[in-house]
């Protein structure tokens, strides 16, 4: 690495000037010569047989262009991807128009164009639907069960690929436990709510004959991929662009539905379409995440030390589910921090009659790590040992890294222990268990609880990542990366980092992305990968410009090659620092006639980083919370987060991310879940009706670090984006137990609503 005077520095972000003052360019803002709108018709029932559509007074309708329903397009396109491979495409998928069948409320069945959105809007209801409402599996209990309705014919029951890890000598190690304990948790279903909702437009390109295509996604390429499948076209036909994204949390990360009809119909018809979401239509029509149950039991010894762990996770999928992994990566991650030698884990996947639950920030992690830490809690609870104490006697050891877990995971490096350390001393850990005991003493009505949470998570997935570096002739500089942000600030932290690498003004790079016509082929952005993978792929390229420009500098100073230095942004010979040149000297030069045979013209290079493993960043979160006896009602007093996601190469971003994630996991934690009554109707479909925490729910965050670099990619970095999500959720929780604790109760499920307090402190 070259010496660096932007990475780690707290630069304002570059891309702040045009969203706060309105001229971001979001899909909704797009108008198109000749575009028309498109709304969809939607099932009003969970479960339900299409017998008949009468589209005749829609289509009469003035303004109105076209109805189409399922049938006219059956042979036109290709099922909408679904988790499972071949034989799940085609028994548990569907058509972008569903036809004969639906399995959840809000699935679409024909499609309206229209002159103007509104007209569109306005037509639904002149569609006439003849439906046989069926019997819905519409709880995630009941959908396990053996009598539960069939989600899809062909099935023996609505569970569905199941994965189990066993170590040898686990039922042994329980046998013989000194101690145990099991609980059942709930983590529910809640809903990804970005500030923009779905947005979708498309027109034919009259040039290729294919299609160009606009949406909110965070994944241009893979979307690009996916709907070159479904609509039977060659990938370089398709375009796919994501201007500004306003937020995403992995409900962006597929393909849907709505981005098929309006590519096809676009092209059927030949004429730009669009289709903007409404709030109403996000909450039922987008994947939404979490939504598992899990029966934990752990054997443990007087001293707190866990020797075993039995965790078996029934994880909802609803219908037509774009990923199984979900439950899988909750396994992968169900010791922790932790060094536990027995293990057994047992994933139960269901089908419901609900929209599909996937990724959402953390996807898997954060409920792994909730319920390791809320038993960790429980048996300091049994033993009436302090929590930090137990944890500190069962954290893996700097020296065992790499740490393989009994469940398949290998972390790379880490220091649990003085992340531990680091978050009791930032938090005054002592006087705030003083400060307990003093008002348990006087048998306060404010009810003082103190909650920990340390968590490790899997991040930096792959398999690649792409990114160009190109210095103009005049020397400014412009990047392409293959992940697609959509609120993470990647511009600003690839600019610091190219800068730094090359030598170029900070103010002259520009980051481009977004666009499969523009950028190499690339992965996207979720899970926590886009600095670690994406950067890497960044940096590598800028090592190759640097490594030309110190060549194109040699021949112009005179000198051999190794005999150049890149130091102070500067190219210079070694020991005569008044012979130097600048970038912008040297990419002058590399464009021009005056380079040696040796040496090819121009000044850029491609290149694709692929991680040899996951990356494991980890931290310890402290909450402080209030709890008033006679409402239930709780108060985030305090909260204090210490991370370790390696170096930072953007202060400000990474303390961005950091109270971003924090919001979600308490959230979760107090406030938020997705309802559905028995027969699968959407209760909390609106903002009306799902509680989104507020700025006032929350106290100003403490932040802190500690710096353990990984050893697997050349930034040393590990991820943030999932890191305060996963684990501010059991901190709270842990933190209202806690105050709870002389009551009696040693488990509530989320959210901890005041009303699900009360009711704790008037059943003790």
């Known amino acids: 690495m070259v010496l660096r005077s932007l990475v780690g520095a707290s630069v304002k972000r570059k891309e702040d000037p045009s969203l706060i003052t309105g001229a971001g360019k979001y899909v909704g803002d797009l108008k198109l010569p000749g575009m028309r709108h498109i709304a969809f018709v939607r099932s009003p029932y969970a479960h339900a047989k299409i017998l008949s559509i009468d589209i005749a007074t829609a289509a009469a ?36 128009l569903s036809v004969d069948r639906v399995r959840h409320v809000g699935e679409v069945v024909a499609a309206i164009i229209a002159t103007s959105p509104e007209i569109a809007e306005d037509a639904i209801d002149d569609v006439d639907i003849e439906w046989e409402e069926l019997p819905a599996a ?25 994965g189990e890890k066993k170590t040898d000598d686990v039922d042994e190690v329980f046998a013989k436990a000194p101690h145990r304990l099991s609980q059942r948790m709930l983590s529910q279903r809640v809903a990804g709510v970005p500030m923009e909702v779905r947005t979708v437009a498309a027109a034919p390109d009259v040039v290729t004959g294919g299609i160009t295509l606009w949406s909110s996604t965070q994944i241009p390429h893979g979307l690009r991929s996916a709907l070159a499948g479904v609509l039977r076209l060659p990938e370089n036909m398709l375009r796919v662009i994501a201007p500004n994204v306003g937020g995403g949390f992995g409900v962006k990360n597929q393909l849907y539905p709505e981005e098929i009809a309006v590519a096809k119909l676009a092209q059927h018809f030949n004429m730009p379409l669009k289709w903007a979401g409404t709030r109403v239509e996000h909450f039922v029509s987008t994947t939404h995440g979490r939504s598992q149950i899990a029966d934990v039991e752990v054997a443990f010894a007087a001293d707190g030390a866990i020797l075993g762990l039995r965790l078996h996770v029934i994880g909802e999928l609803g219908a037509y589910p774009p990923f199984y992994d979900i439950a899988h990566l909750t396994g992968l991650m169900a010791t922790g921090n932790y060094h536990i030698p027995a293990v057994h884990f047992k994933a139960s996947n269901v089908f419901t009659n609900t929209v599909a639950v996937a990724a959402y920030r953390g996807a898997g992690r954060p409920e792994a790590i909730y319920y390791i830490e809320r038993a960790i809690d429980m048996i300091a609870a049994e033993l009436d040992m302090d929590p930090a104490a137990v944890r500190r006697r069962n954290y893996v050891k700097p020296e065992q890294f790499p740490y393989k877990t009994p469940t398949g995971s290998t972390y790379d490096t880490g220091d649990y222990e003085t992340n531990l350390d680091t978050a009791l001393q930032t938090a005054n850990y002592a006087a705030l268990r003083a400060e307990q005991a003093t008002r348990r003493a006087s048998n306060s009505d404010s009810l003082l609880g103190i909650g920990l949470a340390t968590y490790v998570e899997m991040c930096g997935f ?71 993978i994406g950067g890497s792929a960044i940096i590598r390229s800028a090592i190759k410009v640097r490594e030309k420009a110190i060549s194109i500098a040699a021949h112009m100073l005179e000198a051999s090659p190794g005999d150049i ?6 190219y210079r010979v070694k020991g005569v620092p008044s012979r130097s040149l600048t970038l912008k000297d040297i990419a002058s030069r590399a464009y021009s006639d005056r380079l040696p045979d040796d040496i090819d013209t121009g000044l850029e290079a491609t290149d694709f980083f692929r991680p040899p493993d996951f990356i494991y960043p980890f931290g310890t979160h402290i909450a402080v919370v209030e709890i008033e006896r006679d409402t239930g009602c709780v108060s985030l007093r305090e909260y204090y987060s210490v991370d370790d996601c390696g170096p930072r190469i953007s202060p400000l971003l990474v303390e961005g991310q950091i109270h971003g994630g924090l919001a979600q996991g308490i959230g979760q934690a107090l406030l938020e879940e997705v309802i559905f009554d028995g027969q699968g109707q959407l209760l909390t479909g609106s903002m009306m009706d799902y509680a989104m925490p507020r700025a006032d729910n929350f106290p100003a965050f403490t932040i802190d670090k500690t710096v353990t670099e990984t050893t697997l990619n050349p930034l040393g970095a590990k991820g943030i984006g999932e890191a305060a999500t996963i684990g501010s959720t059991p901190a709270v929780v842990n933190a209202v137990i806690d105050a709870l604790q002389p009551l009696g109760p040693r488990h509530l499920d989320m959210p901890l609503t005041p009303r699900r307090v009360w009711e704790a402190i008037n059943q003790s």
């Open 61 to 96: 309708r003035d303004g109105v262009l076209a109805v189409i329903t399922g049938k006219d397009m059956r042979e036109q396109w290709e099922a909408v991807p679904v988790a499972g491979g071949d034989i799940a495409q085609e028994n548990y998928s569907h058509l972008a």
């Open 138 to 162: 519409a709880d995630l209990l009941s959908a396990y069960g053996s009598d539960a309705p069939p989600v899809f014919d062909g099935l023996d029951s609505n569970i569905i690929d199941t």
């Open 462 to 532: 792959g398999p690649y990542e792409s990114g160009v570096v190109r210095v103009e002739p005049s020397g400014v500089v412009t990047v392409y990366t293959g992940t697609s942000p959509h609120g993470q600030g990647l511009q600003t932290t690839f600019a610091q980092i190219v800068a730094d690498e090359i030598g170029a003004d900070y103010d002259n790079v520009i980051v481009k992305h977004g666009d499969t016509g523009a950028q190499p082929v690339g992965v996207g952005t979720f899970g926590s990968r886009s600095l670690a």
């Open 565 to 570: 230095e890149f130091a102070d942004g500067e």
